[in-house]
């Protein structure tokens, strides 16, 4: 990683700058670097020189899926991403196949893979991702400057051209830039700064559950090694706190598992009571599944799960040489899983705008951040569409079309369940293969009107092996207090 930093590009040359070394941004970077000399990545806080935990990402303790979508934009992005953090533990989950997960209509068969999760810790992806962006650099075009905080955009006529920043020893500097991409997550002061150079204010929308997240590792038993994910779906339909939980196989032989409630439903920071509200959820699968591990890690809670938007495709006076793309843009309840993936394809539409005419086409920022919006708004749809419905839901109040839709949601939900054809047409939407309208065509309807072609399962769909293990941990548990079984809520 480079600490020199040059105010301008050498003569002739065109430079780059990405706000945000996180995921993002890296990506952000790797996505410019075919159009410009060279692209200085800014990042605020340390990066560490292998996988570890770092400053900037609240909410790395926490699971972190990649959907099949988003791990083909990364790889597109910096080939063999995928493959290395493969070959480094993460796990290759097939999609519905190696996923055990109980929605508000019942439980999903685990029918042939369709699509795939890629499951490993925050930490092994950030660190990967930046890996391979920088080797696949063959030209040294991208560097990476720690420690410098942006202050700010700096802007001639209708275009952006640098930012004004602060480095580690404390000095100040502007640095010239043909091209500003801002990654730099949920903490964003994109609109601050635009403000500041004379831009009209993006209309903001904000949806928040109240939903907590409370998450640990735990060693995973012998035998686990192709044990699937485990997931417990809150009803947002149920009119009570809605209280969920997931567990994902990791490297290490590790399991991370991160148990969630909304608002009057929220889980604690308390080790004792963490296993006893994986019990309170609609099915103790996966309190089963801990009473087989060991836990290796306290507990982390967090509390900063509202969605956010802002609409900056909206802004009709857009300057040139500025685009926002990943948390910056929209920042959604970490529950559904959409983040990363939709940062991959926003970082893959602005590569692909960029084609159009380069960093100094006239009206290319503008036209790639409403291809960023394409992503966003089915990310944005999905995890607001359901967190309205929670009870203490703040935003706004949901309607008679968004009951209504719930309502066709669930009974997609059931169909699900039981029919191969609709529990695909639910991945291809989240996954963003296709959007929300693949659910509403004719013959989807039809079949949804229909419902399931097989009778609802009345327990979990584990194999054999996947029953033992779990009857293996119910019966050695020991940890269970009077207390905690006292507090169980099913």
């Known amino acids: 990683m480079s600490t020199g930093l040059r105010p301008a590009p050498e003569p002739h040359t065109t430079r780059g700058i990405v706000i945000g070394g996180s995921l993002a941004g890296m990506l952000a970077a790797a996505a410019l670097r075919p159009f410009v000399d060279e692209v200085l990545v800014l990042e605020r ?68 893979e369709t699509h795939h999760l890629i499951t490993c810790s925050r930490d092994l992806l950030d660190w990967v991702v930046r890996e391979q962006v920088l080797m696949e650099d063959a030209d040294a075009q991208i560097s990476v400057h ?12 209708d275009r952006v051209t640098g930012v004004r920043v602060r480095r580690a020893d404390g ?39 109240g939903l907590a997240y409370a998450s640990r590792l735990y060693q995973a038993p012998s035998g686990s090694d192709t044990f699937p994910g485990l997931a417990v779906q809150a009803d947002p339909l149920a009119r009570r706190p809605g209280r969920s939980g997931t567990l994902i196989p990791i490297e290490g032989g590790r ?20 296993e006893s509200f994986a019990r309170s959820l609609r099915h103790p699968v996966i309190a089963d ?43 959604y309840n970490p529950l559904y899983g959409q ?16 084609c159009d005419g380069g960093v100094r086409f006239p009206g290319v920022a503008q036209r790639a951040q409403r291809a960023i919006a394409t992503p966003v708004l089915a990310a944005w749809s999905l995890a607001t569409s359901q967190d309205v419905l929670y009870p203490a839901a703040t935003g706004r109040s949901p309607g008679l079309i968004d009951y209504a839709a719930a309502r066709y949601v669930r009974r997609v939900a059931y169909a699900a369940t039981g029919r191969a054809s609709i529990a695909t047409r639910v991945t291809r939407v989240l996954t963003q293969e296709r959007c929300a309208a693949h659910l509403l065509t004719p013959t989807a309807a039809l079949s949804v009107l229909r419902g399931p072609l097989l009778p609802p399962l009345d327990a979990p769909p584990l194999t054999e092996k996947e029953c033992e293990l779990l009857a293996h941990g119910r019966g050695t548990a020991s940890s269970r207090t009077a207390s905690e079984e006292a507090a169980t809520d099913r």
Request: a negative charge; glycine letters at 8%.
């Open 45 to 112: 806080h340390d990066l560490p020189a292998e996988p570890a935990a770092r400053q900037g990402v609240p909410q790395a303790r926490h699971v972190h899926t990649l959907w099949s979508n988003g791990a083909e934009a990364i790889d597109l992005l910096a080939l063999g991403t995928t493959e290395r953090l493969l070959n480094l533990g993460a796990r290759h989950l097939a999609l519905p196949a190696d996923l055990v997960a109980l929605s508000p209509a019942g439980w999903y068969r685990r029918w042939p």
């Open 146 to 157: 720690p420690k410098v905080e942006v202050l700010g955009l700096r802007r001639w006529a």
């Open 171 to 209: 000095a100040y500097a502007d640095l010239d830039a043909d091209f500003v991409v801002d990654a730099s997550g949920r903490a964003s002061r994109a609109p601050q700064w635009l403000a500041e150079i004379g831009v009209a204010q993006a209309p903001v929308r904000e949806v928040d559950a």
């Open 255 to 274: 399991w991370l598992v991160s148990l969630a409630g909304t608002r009057g439903g929220e889980p604690t920071a308390d080790p004792g009571m963490f």
């Open 289 to 331: 599944a801990l009473a087989a591990a060991e836990p290796i890690s306290d507990v982390s809670v967090t509390r900063c799960t509202g969605n956010r938007r802002h609409f900056f495709e909206r802004v009709k006076a857009w300057p040139d040489g500025f685009v926002v793309l990943g948390d910056a843009v929209a920042a």
């Open 339 to 354: 983040g990363m993936s939709v940062a991959a394809l926003a970082a893959l539409a602005l590569r692909t705008t960029l």
